[in-house]
């Protein structure tokens, strides 16, 4: 059975898309941006944003009964490559070892003001 996961300490946006999806142990995180749970979008500053981004993944995470330690893939788009070595040292913040899979692709954002984006996808077994 496939479920979605929605977090309140994650904005809503009006997108045809949940914050993640469960499907057995496996929660799918969709695609985070740097957007607050009161709708307001962190541009200017991207180690701000990256931050706001995993804040994200961590609250969908949490949703699904789980924590970032329960991440096995990241993928992260970023702008351009200048933003490589910033987003590591942030993300070691939020992951320890064993650290998840992880891709990090250079790609245009949907919005133009946004640099990252960041989806998941973490095993949290259903608690019977």
């Given amino acids: 059975m496939i479920e979605n996961v ?12 949940p914050h993640g999806t469960r499907a057995g142990d496996y929660v799918f995180i969709s695609g985070q941006v740097a ?8 541009i200017g500053d991207f180690d701000t944003e990256a931050r706001v ?3 994200n993944v961590r609250a969908v995470c949490r949703a699904a ?3 970032l330690g329960d991440v096995c893939k990241v993928t992260a788009f970023l702008l351009n490559a200048t933003l490589f070595d910033p987003f590591n040292e942030i993300y070691r913040e939020y992951f320890a070892d064993p650290l998840p899979a992880r891709s990090t692709v250079l790609a245009p954002l949907s919005n133009p003001d946004l640099r990252i984006e960041v989806e998941a996808i973490a095993h949290i077994p259903r608690t019977a």
């Fill in 35 to 42: 957007v607050r749970p009161d709708g307001g979008t962190v």
């Fill in 6 to 17: 929605h977090s309140d300490q994650v904005a809503s946006l009006p997108l045809p898309l």
């Fill in 53 to 55: 981004v995993l804040d």
């Fill in 65 to 67: 009964g789980g924590d």
